[in-house]
């Protein structure tokens, strides 16, 4: 199978800093920002300088060693140190509820914290070490499931996905634009519909600019549009990333990812989640369980600062739904593509 190489890297931990793509900067700039307190991260992953679950994870793990090396300045015990860390690591896992990935890279880190009797600076260089192991496995897993995904592609396809699942929402590669770039490597007639995603225009601030930076063809829509090219022929398959994956199968993703599952049945149409194992989180039994993030009117109520309401009016702005486990025809991760009945193939996998 051929490789796809991307030229995008969108976190990466460099000496006593974490350097990240600026991703509320898109699409007029690609500007990296260097983040180096652990309230900063704080502020990073709420404001979505960095954003997409495996992305935030990797944050996450940054985040808790800017944590200890501010910590280290005050020459506390070994455990006072490990207490005030962890409450730290605690607090940055508060900045979004929705992805699992950032409580699991920062659940890493904490083993770590918690398992060590070494001096703080060895800490401190075990959990950097952590961090950067995390991020390179990051982009192999997305490569995997890549790869598998790359299998249930059919010649030719034009692929829909909503939001962005690609590089810029993982280190590097994507999971959903994982698969559309292993694809890609191998047969250079497929192409991609991006839903805009409204409110925060992933699909069309980002999606659409990493498949362009790496020229692969990529067609905008509307959100509202896909039903339409659906009715028309034109969508192969939808393959979208996710942030919670239920011990059932359902699955929590960009709002309107759920509307899109819906069309994409009834025109009978393959739909694909592209995750980690990261992100299935089996502590939980149905989508039910997972909590939603509520996020700020104002994404709602205006487009590039401008307003495009009436004063006055109600606002609800939740940031993912979830897509119930029977319309999804596949799960792809980097063990293979888990089939129905998921509750038995996910409890397989974690046996
Ligand atoms: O609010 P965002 O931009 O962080 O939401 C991102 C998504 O919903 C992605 O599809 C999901 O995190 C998977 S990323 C590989």
Redo the contacts with the bound molecule.
């Keep these: 199978m051929a490789e796809f190489k991307s030229k995008i890297r969108t976190i990466e931990w460099i000496d006593t800093y974490s350097k990240m793509v600026d991703q509320t900067k898109f699409p007029e700039t690609f500007e990296y920002i260097d983040i180096k307190t652990g309230q900063e991260m704080f502020d990073a992953i709420q404001t979505?300088i960095v954003?997409?679950?495996?992305?935030?994870g990797i944050a996450g793990a940054h985040g808790v060693v800017l944590y200890a090396q501010e910590l280290a300045k005050y020459n506390l015990s070994l455990e006072e140190f490990k207490k005030e860390l962890i409450k730290k690591a605690d607090y940055l896992v508060t900045s979004?509820p929705t992805?699992v990935n950032l409580y699991w890279a920062v659940e890493k880190q904490k083993e770590i914290i918690k398992k060590s009797n070494a001096s703080v600076e060895e800490l401190i260089d075990e959990l950097k070490i952590n961090g950067k192991k995390l991020e390179f496995e990051d982009i192999e897993i997305n490569k995997k499931i890549g790869d598998y995904g790359a299998m249930v592609v059919p010649k030719g396809a034009t692929i829909l996905t909503?939001?962005?699942?690609?590089a810029l929402?993982?280190v590097g590669y994507?999971?959903?634009l994982g698969v559309v770039r292993s694809a890609f490597a191998n047969d250079s007639t497929i192409q991609v519909f991006a839903d805009e995603t409204r409110p925060?225009q992933?699909g069309a601030r980002?999606t659409t600019l990493e498949l362009v930076m790496d020229g692969i063809p990529v067609t905008l829509i509307t959100d509202g549009m896909c039903s339409y090219f659906m009715k028309k022929g034109m969508i192969d398959m939808v393959v979208?990333?996710?942030?919670r994956i239920a011990g059932n199968g359902d699955s929590a993703?960009?709002i309107g990812?759920y509307t899109v599952a819906i069309s994409a049945k009834y025109h009978n149409i393959p739909f694909y989640v592209?995750?980690p194992l990261s992100?299935i989180d089996t502590s939980i039994k149905t989508g039910d369980e997972i909590i939603i993030?509520e996020r700020s009117h104002d994404e709602v109520t205006t487009i590039n600062g401008k307003r495009i309401c009436a004063e006055g009016v109600n606002i609800i702005n939740p940031?993912?739904d979830v897509t119930p486990h029977e319309l999804i025809t596949g799960i792809i991760t980097e063990k293979g593509i888990l089939k129905p009945d998921y509750k038995n193939s996910i409890s397989n996998l974690f046996k």
């Design positions: 979505m954003r997409g679950a495996p992305a935030i979004r992805a909503h939001c962005n699942a690609g929402a993982t994507g999971t959903a925060r992933q980002i979208v990333g996710a942030d993703n960009k990812t592209a995750a992100t993030e940031g993912f």
